[in-house]
């Protein structure tokens, strides 16, 4: 019987600047994996292999390294911290058992640690918190412990103590009788047994006490808190052991079909497109053929790979539990569920990219070039929607922040070696339908060819998305060109009459017929673009914008210029709070109106003001603001031409 491997996929997660990376490279130096700690400011970090990551001393992906410790196999992913990147976090804790969350003896709560912590418990992810840089100026280990009890969970256990807190020479400690005491009545709240023993005042074993701590750990009912500074080492040894001890094992089902999901797209110059994936069930070897689920077709695996200090080691087979990268597989996508699909968890959205700029190559001989390597970034990174417009010579992307356009520019210089610019960025609209009306479109001629189709559109809920159905037979439109359509209505509505994605809209297909010899496959297509963009021009269309949920806390002198700015922004909030000098405002405010405001928040609060944001949907633009576009391409309101182009007898690069 094969030996059962103890393996944990754990994601460090932070805020930017709390220390996670630091956190990382000493792991990795305390395991033997390296023989000196990589460091961030010097640009020496293993976990931070691009560049531009070593030059600007930030991470921008996720970064995948396995290591052992004690008889655990950890494969560790170090995400990003700052918020424009929050989608490689997005993608990781999918693949995650168990989570680090790293937090500042200085700073506490940070703007994104809030949003992660949200993450996690919605994921029922298992996490233990490092509060980070005990060694600082200022830190204060017990006011953000308090503050993690109020915003986070009030099932926060200390493990260890503190030693000259604020000084170089902090370290970690025994904790104190207070905090013994705190850790034993949280735990045994969590075990009759212990209870028991605990109301009667008999002393608990600690062997006993830290069976039930990683039972409750496992279980997401007590979260425990180290505490260290990563940069002296200090703690990073003890947030090990807790990583073994307190963590589950990953479940290592061999026996079972394969199952697996992709959650990172890599382009290797030796090895091309590489894709890391997370079995939960079955094993991979070299030259095995899996079938994609998601994309309805077999892949065949090449080559099998670890990243180890992020170099690429083969391994020949991948195993349930473990993370690993395929090669050979070369039109697979992040998402993708690689055999069955019902051990694979679902996905979170942490973020969506609500910000479209446009790139222009420097050299307009590059604009090839510029449009394949964005093309190659967006394969990595699906959340920048990458459109080529190629009859307006246009390239579009979306993105969170301007951050990210800094960071895009240096990696298209660096790795791909072409000088681009962005365009500031624009906020990104939809459209929805005014009221109810009807499209309908006749497409016979010139033959062979016969679709004809008539829908009706009406307004959908808010946040409903595109609602389809059919009300027409199949003896009117055959069952396979009924599919064609239902396959293709979302692409139809990527543009709307004011240049918008289309949404919340409900569409019924109530008439229409095809030919037994004249209708073709894509015929169907063809007229319900055009259909559908008549349906909206008759019923005309709503601009919505993004509103933004947000949460700020500061000093009670500038809540009234806070709550004046709201107004002012269109943004609406709830009664204030206020306790000890300091208020806590939550409400909304639309994404136009508010996209600087972090900066004049913290000059208004002399860096006093936290702000906390998340997306909270689309509401309806007000009459006379937001912003329309032209349709970029050709329109489907554009008959006579939109059917040469559909027909092949133009193409957008020769019109």
Not at 184 to 196: P, S, W
Not at 415 to 443: C, H, K, L, M, N
Request: with cysteine.
């Amino acid at each position: 019987m094969q030996e059962k491997r103890r393996i944990r996929n754990l994601g460090i997660l932070a805020h930017v600047d709390a220390g996670k990376t630091t956190v990382t490279e000493q792991m990795l130096y305390l395991s033997g994996s390296t023989r000196a700690v990589g460091n961030v400011d010097k640009g020496t970090s293993l976990s931070d292999a691009l560049d531009v990551e070593k030059k600007r001393g930030i991470s921008v992906r996720a970064s995948s390294l396995s290591f052992p410790w004690q008889d655990v196999q950890i494969n560790l992913i170090d995400t990003p911290g700052h918020v424009d990147f929050s989608a490689e976090v997005e993608r990781s804790l999918r693949v995650l058992d168990c989570a680090v969350l790293v937090l500042s003896a200085v700073e506490g709560i940070q703007a994104q640690s809030e949003p992660i912590w949200d993450a996690l418990r919605a994921m029922g992810i298992p996490v233990v918190l490092f509060i980070n840089k005990i060694d600082r100026k200022g830190a204060d280990v017990a006011g953000v412990f308090a503050e993690m009890q109020r915003a986070f969970s009030p099932s926060m256990v200390f493990i260890n103590g503190v030693k000259n807190e604020g000084f170089d020479e902090a370290t970690i400690a025994e904790l104190s009788a207070v905090e013994s005491d705190a850790l034993h009545e949280k735990v045994a709240e969590q075990d009759d047994a212990l209870l028991e023993c605990y109301l009667e005042g008999e002393a608990l074993e600690s062997a006993a006490i830290d069976v039930a701590l990683a039972r409750a750990t496992r279980e997401c009912k007590v979260f425990p808190v180290l505490c260290g500074a990563a940069k002296n080492r200090a703690g990073i040894e003890a947030l090990l052991d807790a990583i073994v001890r307190y963590f589950p094992d990953a479940e290592t089902r061999i026996d079972k079909p394969v199952s697996g999901v992709v959650f990172r797209i890599d382009h290797d110059e030796r090895f091309g497109r590489i894709a890391g994936v997370r079995l939960y069930a079955g094993r991979l070897q070299t030259r095995d053929t899996v079938h994609n689920h998601t994309a309805d077709r077999e892949e065949k695996v090449a080559q099998i790979k670890r990243s180890a200090t992020n170099k690429y080691e083969d391994v020949g087979e991948l195993a349930a539990g473990d993370i690993g990268f395929l090669c050979g597989l070369p039109d697979v996508q992040i998402g993708d569920i690689l055999g069955d699909p019902e051990p694979v968890p679902g996905d979170y959205a942490l973020s969506e990219p609500l910000l479209s700029v446009q790139v222009r190559p420097l050299n307009e001989a590059d604009h090839t070039a510029l449009a394949k390597a964005l093309q190659q970034l967006a394969s990595e990174d699906p959340h920048l929607n990458f459109k080529w417009y190629s009859e307006e010579r246009e390239l579009h992307i979306k993105i969170m922040g301007a951050i990210q356009t800094e960071i895009l520019t240096a990696i298209l210089a660096t790795r791909f070696g072409i000088q681009a610019e962005f365009s500031d960025p624009i906020v990104v609209y939809r459209e929805t339908p005014a009221g109810a009306g009807y499209g309908a479109d006749s497409y016979t001629m010139p033959k062979p060819c016969w679709a004809i189709v008539k829908y009706l559109l009406e307004p959908g809920a808010r946040g409903s998305g595109i609602e389809y159905h059919s009300e027409v037979n199949v003896d009117k439109i055959k069952l396979k060109f009924q599919n064609e359509i239902a396959a293709w209505i979302a692409d139809a509505l990527k543009q709307g009459i004011k240049g918008w994605e289309v949404t919340d809209l409900k569409i019924t297909l109530v008439d229409g017929s095809d030919h037994v010899v004249h209708s073709r496959p894509g015929n169907f297509k063809l007229a319900t673009n055009i259909a559908l963009m008549q349906g909206l021009t008759a019923t005309d269309t709503i601009l919505l914008e993004p509103f933004i949920a947000y949460r700020i806390t500061g000093p009670e002198a500038i809540v009234g210029k806070v709550t004046s700015d709201i107004i002012e922004m269109r943004g609406t909030f709830e009664p204030a709070e206020m306790s000890e000098g300091q208020f806590v405002l939550q409400g909304r405010f639309p994404l136009a109106t508010s996209m600087d405001y972090a900066i004049r928040l913290s000059g208004l609060a002399g860096g006093k003001a936290k702000m906390t944001l998340g997306f909270d949907g689309y509401e309806e633009c007000p009459p006379g603001l937001g912003v329309e576009r032209e349709y970029k391409g050709i329109s489907p309101l554009d008959r006579s031409k939109y059917i040469l182009l559909m027909r092949g007898a133009i193409t957008l690069a020769t019109t």
